[in-house]
């Protein structure tokens, strides 16, 4: 029987869980480096949960300096089977507005600059991103957050972007024009190494600001910003105690992520090295060690 067990990763303003009083702090080593910070494992209603500052706590890992690689390795490392992201984004629709959440089914990976698979030398593995969240986990999450009563939507497009500035104008216009839903900076490459690992994934995205096409956030302003953080982060805690309470009743033991990389690894056996192997150990040791 698996030993399903949550993590979350959060983002900007989402650097603890106060009401999690097991605490215990690790430190971490990946095969790609230290994750973000040190990973705080504890014990809420009899069921072990991890919780990573994707940024550092207090903030101070830029968007595209993050190791995602080494975040996603260490969950693995640790037995996580199913991660909620929670991100802070800029909405790009007039329905959409601060304080509203997202339950986001779709991502438009505009980023350039950092590294998007634990495949990039001797072994290649191609695995589907066409649905990059988990519909079980949206399910968990969905009902999480309809118990705290917090205005939402289920669905949603994430353009993420480059960062850490905001958009241009023309920018942001262009990205409504895709009838993209919210903005943010940091669900990708996260959500294709989840993949990769055989983590399933689910993004819920907090709605902080409507991004500068408004002409009400012409300059989106940082201050303004966290003011709406702090109430949204509020939102974010009970969802997630609601969240580790009901996950596991709506995990799909046919969800594609559990086992995407049987059909993923192109690579000739004879050309994988032992070195390259030990190196994707956590990863992939269940298909490259068969």
């Not at 991660?83 to 007039?94: D, N, P, Q, T």
């Not at 495949?119 to 593995?125: C, L, R, S, Y």
């Given at each position: 029987m698996v030993n399903n067990k949550l993590a979350i990763i959060g983002g900007s303003g989402l650097y603890d869980v106060e009401e999690f009083k097991e605490r215990e702090l690790l430190d971490i080593n990946t095969s790609w480096g230290k994750p973000s910070d040190k990973?705080?494992?504890?014990?809420?209603?009899?069921?072990e949960v991890f919780f990573l500052p994707?940024?550092?706590r207090g903030h101070f890992i830029n968007p595209s300096?993050?190791?995602?690689?080494a975040n996603i390795d260490a969950l693995k490392q640790l037995g996580v089977t199913d991660?909620?992201?929670?991100?802070?984004?800029?909405?790009?629709?007039?329905d959409l507005p601060p304080g509203k959440f997202v339950i986001v089914d779709q991502f438009i990976d505009r980023t350039f600059a950092r590294n998007k698979t634990f495949?990039?030398?001797?072994?290649?593995?191609h695995v589907s991103m066409a649905h990059p969240t988990s519909n079980g986990l949206m399910n968990a999450c969905e009902q999480a957050i309809k118990k705290e009563n917090i205005e939402y939507q289920r669905g949603g497009t994430y353009v993420v972007m480059e960062g850490p500035q905001f958009s241009t104008l023309a920018e942001s216009n262009l990205y409504r024009s895709w009838k993209a839903d919210v903005i943010g900076m940091t669900n990708m490459p996260e959500a294709k190494l989840a993949r990769e690992a055989e983590i399933r994934y689910a993004s819920v995205?907090?709605?902080t600001d409507y991004d500068c096409w408004h002409p009400d956030h012409e300059n989106v302003d940082?201050?303004?910003v966290i003011k709406v953080l702090l109430g949204n982060a509020v939102k974010a805690k009970n969802m997630i105690k609601n969240l580790i309470e009901n996950f596991e009743k709506h995990i799909d033991p046919k969800d594609p992520t559990n086992n995407c990389l049987d059909v993923a690894i192109i690579t000739a056996p004879e050309k994988r090295t032992q070195k390259t192997k030990d190196k994707l150990k956590t990863i992939a040791g269940r298909v490259l060690n068969k």
């Open positions: 990973i705080l494992k504890t014990n809420y209603k009899n069921k994707r940024h550092g300096n993050i190791n995602f690689r991660i909620l992201s929670v991100s802070a984004v800029g909405s790009l629709k007039e495949f990039d030398d001797e072994i290649v593995a995205s907090m709605i940082v201050q303004q």
